[in-house]
């Protein structure tokens, strides 16, 4: 049987990029081609792994150019499920359920993180994880066998944006337009649509030590470059590569995991085994909608983590 090709996609963001996404600023979104285009001696392009036995196009650096390969990112009226920076705030080791925290310090429902996970062996790996770094730490559970986080300073470490599994994903967004351009063909509005942050008519100088207040003094695409050079490096702007333009519009949040909530400080005992002396409250039931198999083979899972603006 044909496998049918994937409509859904992974796209990483920076905890900036997603309050950007979230507060209705950015709706574009850049990402390097790879591998890049390169031009031949008669100025022509050509494109693919292989360069020797690639394609040749003539094409002006102002002009949007059909590239002979799809986007990893998918097409107009693809989906996108945004990972960013989590942790996991509470977590039932009985149901394999897990409420998980964002940048933003907003908590998401109990959910069940791991839909293709029957036998429990992904979520046993992350529940050890979290036992092991509380262990280093030096915090241990209580003689009712529970953490007791209340008081103290959230204990657990971020964790990247690229292991976030997709269940836990709060932002959904979908394609409605994709462009192959060259970085600097930006425009003003362009820049102002990848999220760049205004104040009285000046937008944000992102490359301002985080020691002092965010500076205000840039024209939009001046603003976009520092963004740009902010994750990307020092001087990748002055590289011009060619990018993929994606522009998204927001999907509507999804309603998530209901029913009745297991206690905030969650059982210390081997997972899905009965806490060694006391039960926790009775945890919601299982997630029954359909989540679509994340293929970590997929191109868009093998991203560099820091194009993400």
């Known amino acids: 049987m044909k496998k049918q090709p994937t409509t859904t996609h992974p796209i990483l963001f920076t905890a900036d990029m997603v309050r950007a996404i979230l507060e209705g600023r950015k709706t574009q979104t850049r990402r390097i081609i790879k591998p890049q285009p390169r031009q031949d001696a008669s100025g022509g392009w050509q494109y693919g792994k292989d360069y020797r036995n690639s394609c040749s196009a003539a094409a002006s650096p102002a002009t949007d150019v059909l590239f002979p390969y799809e986007c990893p990112y998918g097409q107009p009226g693809h989906h996108l499920w945004v990972r960013e920076t989590w942790l996991p705030a509470a977590w039932d080791a009985q149901e394999g359920m897990v409420k998980f925290m964002y940048k933003d310090q907003t908590k998401s429902k109990w959910i069940q993180p791991y ?82 942050e205004e104040n009285s008519g000046k937008y944000r100088h992102y490359n301002c030590p985080s020691k002092f207040a965010p500076l205000f003094d840039c024209e939009p695409i001046e603003s976009y470059r520092t963004l740009w050079e902010k994750i990307n490096g020092p001087h990748s702007w002055e590289q011009n590569p060619w990018v993929w333009a994606i522009t998204f519009r927001v999907c509507p949040p999804s309603r998530g995991v209901r029913g009745v909530k297991p206690p905030e400080t969650p059982p210390a005992a081997p997972p899905h085994t009965a806490p060694a002396q006391t039960d926790p409250a009775t945890p919601p039931p299982a997630q029954t909608t359909a989540q679509s198999a994340y293929h970590a083979d997929s191109a868009a899972a093998r991203e560099n983590p820091a194009q993400q603006c």
């Open 115 to 196: 839909q293709d996970d029957p036998d429990g062996e992904k979520f046993d790996k992350l529940w050890l994880s979290i036992c092991d770094e509380l262990a280093r730490k030096g915090i241990k559970p209580g003689k009712d066998g529970m953490y007791n986080f209340q008081g103290i300073e959230q204990p657990l470490s971020w964790r990247p944006a690229i292991h976030m599994p997709r269940a836990a994903s709060r932002i959904h967004l979908q394609i409605t337009d994709i462009r192959a351009q060259r970085l600097h063909d930006i425009t003003e509005a362009d820049a102002i649509a990848e999220g760049i």
